[in-house]
């Protein structure tokens, strides 16, 4: 199956050389190129593109708010790619429910692999941003963590689902553990983001943990 991904870049030079990268892989197409962020958001909505690749700093609407509309409307999956790792940026991306966040000093290999990971269903971290966010959080006061009330609602199975979300475990990974397909392993991630009323399955991690249902192991 052919990955269909759309570049969203303020700057012309980069576009081009991103789609010049995507389109060298002989499963990704490069349906079209946005140089803003309500571009981005038509063009997503126009072609709906399995994966949007989302510049942050751009005229408009930012790629943190384009996000948060693409992902609203349910069109595709976005992955940020940026010259900057703040931490603003970072939490503001995973908030807005991307399913990746890179720093564009990442090769082109790696930019692939997290192109197929996310058009997948997986989440995608650059490494230098999840140190980071381990560090931070770790060094966060203990609270007592809001759950959704949606987590009640689970069945049995998808919590089994969220339990290794929260493990950081891929969708490959999910269903040999769980002894299902991918395909059906994808259907329950989507119903669990639905039902505790998630974006990103960065978020159902998170919840995971809160809820204590991915022990260390």
Known sequence: MTIRVLVADDQAAIRAGLAMILDAAPDIEVVAQAGDGLSAVALAAEHKPD?????????????????????????????????????????????????????????????????????????????EVTRRVIARV???????????????????????????LGRGMSNAEIAAELVITEATTKTHVSRVLAKLGLRSRVQAAIVAQDAGLAPDR
């Open 51 to 127: 994966v949007v690749l989302m510049d942050i700093r751009m005229p408009g609407i930012d790629g943190i708010e384009a996000t948060r509309r693409v992902v609203a409307a349910g069109d595709c999956d976005v992955l940020v790619l940026t010259t900057f790792d703040l931490d603003d940026y970072v939490d503001g991306a995973l908030a807005a429910g991307a399913a990746g966040f890179l720093l564009k000093s990442v090769d082109a290999p790696a930019l692939l692999d997290a192109v197929r990971a996310v058009a997948r269903g997986d989440g995608v971290l650059a490494p």
């Open 138 to 164: 770790a060094q966060q006061p203990v609270r007592r963590p809001e759950l959704p009330a949606g987590l009640s609602e689970l069945t049995p199975r998808e919590r089994d689902v969220l339990a290794c």
